[in-house]
Antibody, heavy 119, light 111 residues
């Protein structure tokens, strides 16, 4: 079964850091580009970051640029999001999502992991 | 940045009737070299991640019922659900992937 499973969410203080992970299974992870998308409570979807299959191309939303870093380990079938200098407005469910093809629509999504930034 | 605007914000439709959701982009999503519109539609039910319905503006994802269809080109797009079923109650989002990625604000579909 094709699957993405996020982990690493939790409560973090403003200004703190957190690392999210996304474990992929059921497909050749190294062949697909990946994304992080977040959704604040009761709000819509916000794309956060993109990483190509070989990590050569990386993009970030302006709202997280300079604070978040996306990476991947193709040998471990894993995607990561390193989040620094967290703010209240970063509180959200964070989803990892697979591209159908590079820089296209997202055909597989994980169930999400909740990050709450609060003192 | 490409801004995606959906209308309406919410919609109530009777079972068996047609539902139409619109999406407008701040610039054209039509890539001239391949004549493709870089636009997708997603369905999200409460407590679940989004589910891909349509990509390239009109290509239905595998397993998506035929009552879902996408149309439009350039800056104006439409998602149509031809005969609404109870399980179609959800929030629907359009997404552009022409330049990076951005989503519409969502349309809540109710019966």
């Amino acid at each position: 079964e094709v699957q993405l499973v996020e982990s690493g969410g939790g409560l973090v203080q403003p200004g703190g850091s957190r690392r999210l992970s996304c474990a992929a299974s059921g497909f050749t992870f190294s062949s697909y580009s990946m994304n992080w998308v977040r959704q604040a409570p009761g709000k819509g979807l916000e794309w956060v970051s993109y990483i190509s299959s070989g990590s050569n191309t990386i993009y970030y939303a302006d709202s997280v640029k300079g604070r978040f870093t996306v990476s991947r380990d193709n040998a471990q079938n894993s995607l990561f999001l390193h989040m620094n200098s967290l703010r209240d407005e970063d509180t959200a469910v964070y989803y990892c999502a697979r591209d159908i093809a590079e820089l296209t629509a997202f055909d597989i999504w994980g169930q999400g992991t909740m990050v709450t930034v609060s003192s | 940045d490409i801004v995606m605007t959906q209308s309406p914000d919410s919609l109530a439709v009777s079972l068996g009737e047609r539902a139409t959701i619109n999406c407008k982009s701040s610039q054209s999503l039509l890539f001239s070299s391949n004549n493709r519109n870089y636009l997708a539609w997603y369905q999200q039910k409460p407590g679940q991640p989004p589910k891909l319905l349509i990509y390239w503006a009109s290509t239905r994802e595998s397993g998506v019922p035929a009552r879902f269809s996408g149309s439009g080109s350039g800056t104006d797009f439409t998602l149509t659900i031809s005969r609404l079923q109870a399980e179609d109650v959800a929030v629907y989002y359009c997404q552009q992937y022409y330049r990076m990625c951005s989503f519409g604000q969502g349309t809540k579909l109710e019966i």
